[in-house]
């Protein structure tokens, strides 16, 4: 079945600092991901639909700055958390449509602001 | 933009029950899906209705989506404890973009 790897699956960082999220669709092409960010036991909420070659769309509320996207290839997606802070903490999960399958998630990173 | 309503919110029951969750919108969709997910993991897909009135099967699972392509249930039959989880409906109403439902967390008590 269709793969997405996510990477890291779990990240600390100090406030301030930078943070890369990798999303990869390792056995299919994707011209379209989508970034989530998900509280505990809450639902998904969708940040951005990163597309291949050209700038992510974003939600409304959703910080173009602060959440980087780039869709460099047909096969990697990345979402950088810029100058993050605690309540940037959170669980961020990527996910890319596939034909057969539907959507496919990558398994989430967990990001802790200290 | 959260257009699904998911109830209940939470539910904890007894192995053996059988439990109800139901995902309702104003907006019609092209397609609705159901997702279970596990803590620290992503949503696996279960199922995806796409007809009005349609009813899948998945094992214990019953999946239906309403006529009028604007609500879903799930129905749960025997509950076991492998079916906790977070269940979320994730409807389309056009394209490839989905939105998620607000989520309904199962806990089932051996």
């Known amino acids: 079945g269709a793969v997405v790897s996510q990477h890291p699956s779990r990240v600390i960082c100090k406030s301030g600092t930078s943070v890369k999220i990798e999303c990869r669709s390792l056995d299919f092409q994707a011209t379209t991901m989508f970034w989530y960010r998900q509280f505990p036991k809450k639902s998904l909420m969708l940040m951005a639909t990163s597309n291949e070659g050209s700038k992510a769309t974003y939600e409304q509320g959703v910080e173009k700055d602060k959440f980087l996207i780039n869709h460099a290839s047909l096969t990697l997606s990345t979402l950088t958390v810029t100058s993050a802070h605690p309540e940037d903490s959170s669980f961020y999960i990527c996910?890319?449509?596939?034909?057969?399958?539907?959507?496919?998630f990558g398994s989430g990173t967990r990001l802790t602001v200290v | 933009t959260q257009l699904l309503e998911q109830s209940p919110q939470f539910l904890s029951i007894q192995e053996g029950e059988n439990l109800t969750v139901y995902c309702n919108s104003s907006?019609?969709?092209?397609?609705l899906q159901w997702y279970r997910q596990e803590p620290g993991e992503g949503p696996v897909l279960l199922v995806t209705v796409v007809t009005g009135g349609e009813v899948k099967k998945l094992k214990r699972l019953t999946f239906q989506f309403g006529d009028a392509r604007k609500d879903s249930s799930l129905h749960i039959t025997a509950a076991q404890p492998g079916d906790t989880g977070l269940y979320l409906c994730a409807g389309a109403e056009t394209g490839n973009q989905f939105y998620f439902g607000t989520g309904t967390s199962l806990t089932v008590i051996p």
């Open positions: 907006s019609v969709f092209s397609s």
């Open positions: 996910s890319a449509p596939d034909r057969v399958y539907g959507y496919t």
